[in-house]
């Protein structure tokens, strides 16, 4: 008995999941439709490609399929030359040949009338420090920020070196060591001395600032006339305006920073025998005018206290008075005046109990009907 040959069984029309059909088979007239449809579109694409290359020249560099002919071909120069550039292609690295410095399309663009005086950095080359602010490096033109600063070290300096320079700047300043003034014996009329004893060892820096020829020695043994003064101890004590204290041909000042805090302003130091001559003979005539004009702004300002007291007082009565008329309307009563038992004609008479001591032993009464108390003293 010869065996079948096996063959392969006809597709099945099935129904899937979603209840529909399974898709039949295409037959041989539509794959040939099909494949002349595909012919006619490479026909056309292949049409269009060939009158591209002959409007602009080189050719595609598109290698997508090996119908390309550029395709394993090596590219002429005229193909990769700037002259050929697509006139569509922007690119901002190209120069244009007909301007020898180059050019960039940015340089094109010119800023508006009204924004003309804000564009005045290139962005592209400045460093993004993330705070808002421009480098040393980036504004060279910018005084305060190339401005030295002498509280910091250079980094030139070893640290050795900078408290070295500290301290000769410091001794500069007050004109000690070897930058105080020398002392000329062939010439001693000219050499300045202590206006209180005589001595030649004054200060220097007193001398430059206050044009006060004093020792150290007569700082501390009158007081009363070398202590400094601060700004507001001499505006309080002597009536001064801040125009005069901060007149330094009127008055000179030293300055010193703030003991209080470091970020506030330095503090002005007057000379008190200087504060106290402007203001007994320039400013008010005497020490006993003085003392008038202070207990005149003294009383002043008393009165203007009480007045600010009394009004206070006199609106809280009223507001008091205002209450009580509206707790006698509801209550059925006519108005009464201020004082009146509410609710009643007449005035209320206070009964008040025996006098109780409080923590404080103060004797206090309260009064039977109203609640009010009152504290009692005995002398």
């Not at 480098?135 to 920020?145: F, V």
């Not at 009004?311 to 004082?339: H, I, M, N, P, W």
């Not at 032993?361 to 009010?372: L, N």
Request: proline share 7%; glycine share 6%.
């Amino acid at each position: 008995m010869a065996s079948e040959r096996p063959s392969t069984p006809p597709p099945q029309h099935t129904a899937t999941s979603t209840g529909t059909l399974s898709r039949p088979p295409l037959t041989p007239e539509q794959v040939k439709h099909i494949e002349i449809n595909r012919l006619k579109a490479k026909a056309l694409r292949d049409q269009r490609e060939a009158e591209s290359r002959r409007q602009n020249g080189p050719p595609s560099l598109k290698r997508s399929d090996s119908s390309n002919p550029a395709a394993g071909q090596k590219r002429a120069h005229s193909a990769i030359s700037a002259s050929n550039v697509p006139a569509a292609l922007r690119d901002g690295r190209n120069k244009d040949p007909a301007k020898p410095s180059g050019f960039r399309p940015l340089d094109e663009i010119q800023p508006a009338r009204n924004f003309t005086k804000y564009v005045e950095y290139d962005f592209s080359k400045m460093t993004d420090t993330k705070g808002g602010f421009l480098t040393a490096e980036d504004d060279p033109h910018n005084k305060a920020l190339h401005a030295p600063n002498v509280d910091e070290k250079p980094a030139h300096m070893t640290l050795k070196e900078w408290e070295r320079h500290q301290l000769l700047r410091s001794l500069r300043d007050r004109r000690e060591g070897p930058f105080e003034p020398g002392l000329s014996i062939l010439k001693k009329e000219e050499n300045k001395t202590c206006r209180e004893c005589g001595s030649l060892e004054i200060d220097w820096k007193w001398e430059e600032i206050f044009t006060c020829a004093i020792c150290n020695v007569c700082k501390e043994k009158f007081p009363e006339k070398y202590s400094l003064l601060t700004k507001t101890e001499a505006r309080e004590d002597y009536l001064l305006t801040d125009p005069e204290l901060k007149d330094e041909e009127l008055l000179p000042h030293l300055e010193r920073p703030n003991p209080h805090k470091s970020t506030w302003n330095n503090m002005m130091l007057f000379l008190r025998y200087q504060v106290e001559e402007y203001a007994f003979t320039k400013k008010w005539g005497s020490a006993e005018a003085l003392d008038e004009e202070f207990n005149r702004r003294e009383k002043d300002k008393k009165r203007r206290k009480e007045d600010k007291f009394k009004s206070k007082l006199q609106e809280l009565k009223k507001k008091t008075r205002v209450d009580a008329y509206r707790r006698s309307r509801k209550v059925g009563g006519g108005g009464g005046a201020f004082g009146d038992e509410i609710g009643r004609s007449g005035k209320h008479v206070h009964t008040w109990g025996r006098a109780v001591e409080n923590a404080e032993g103060v004797g206090v009464k309260t009064c039977i009907e109203c609640g009010m108390e009152v504290e009692e003293l005995e002398f």
